[in-house]
């Protein structure tokens, strides 16, 4: 079955640590993204990439990195500068039209201790 | 600045009547889409329902639909014969060149 995997599903970090979240699709998406959902907000983008070896800063970009050296995969590292890590993280994906129709992962719960 | 604003923090209504949530936006653009999502305790987000800003015709889905009305920049969801199952978060989203979000809309079903 197609679709968009995340893992972990939770994640312990200690302060200082750098973490990476895992997302793949094999939808044959062309685009992909990183939100950050807190309690009561809405969703805010990190960071997006719409083809392989490019991506952009979002709205809350400091303190992550990302990379896309494949079509299906976009992993997330949250640093040791992202200074209130502990969030829940949404990975997504759609085709390039911009039709804004995306398809989400089952997100990763990361908590610093 | 182009945003989306739901006004509804929380709602729960019994199970079987109508609900309808609210979604206003903003943008000085022409041509768009709308989207409602729903994000159930399982967490996962999935579509519901979708609108292109051109059609005049609200969209829909089963026991979804919407109220659109361009002029006054306003995009409500309408659910039906609500359903245990519907208890979730809403959000409401406005795509041009990019997503934005509302806040979300807290929906709690009871039986």
């Known amino acids: 079955d197609g679709g968009i995997t995340q893992s972990p599903k939770y994640l312990f970090r200690k302060e200082g640590q750098n973490v990476t979240l895992s997302c793949e699709q094999n939808?044959?998406?062309?685009?992909m993204y990183w939100y950050r959902q807190d309690p009561g907000q809405g969703l805010r983008l990190i960071y997006y990439?719409?083809?392989?070896?490019d991506f952009q800063k979002g709205d809350i970009a400091e303190g992550y990195s990302v990379s896309r050296e494949k079509k299906e995969s976009f992993p997330l590292t949250v640093t040791s500068a992202q200074k209130n890590p502990t969030a829940f993280y949404l990975c997504?994906?759609?085709w390039g039209s911009g039709t804004g129709e995306l398809f989400f992962g089952e997100g990763s719960r990361l908590t610093v201790l | 600045a182009q945003t989306v604003t739901q006004s509804q923090p929380e709602m729960s209504v019994q199970e079987a009547e109508t609900v309808t949530l609210s979604c206003t936006y903003d943008t000085s653009e022409n041509n768009y889409y709308l989207f409602w999502y729903k994000q159930p305790p399982s967490r996962q987000m999935i579509l519901v329902i979708r609108q292109e800003a051109y059609k005049q015709q609200n969209a829909t889905e089963n026991r979804f639909s919407v109220n659109f009305q361009k002029a006054a920049k306003s995009f409500s969801l309408k659910i039906s014969d609500s359903q245990l199952g519907d208890t979730a978060m809403y959000f409401c989203a406005f795509m041009n060149y990019q997503l934005i979000w509302g806040a979300g809309t807290k929906l709690i079903i009871k039986p």
């Open positions: 997504a994906s759609t």
């Open positions: 939808l044959n998406h062309d685009a």
């Open positions: 990439s719409q083809i392989v070896n």
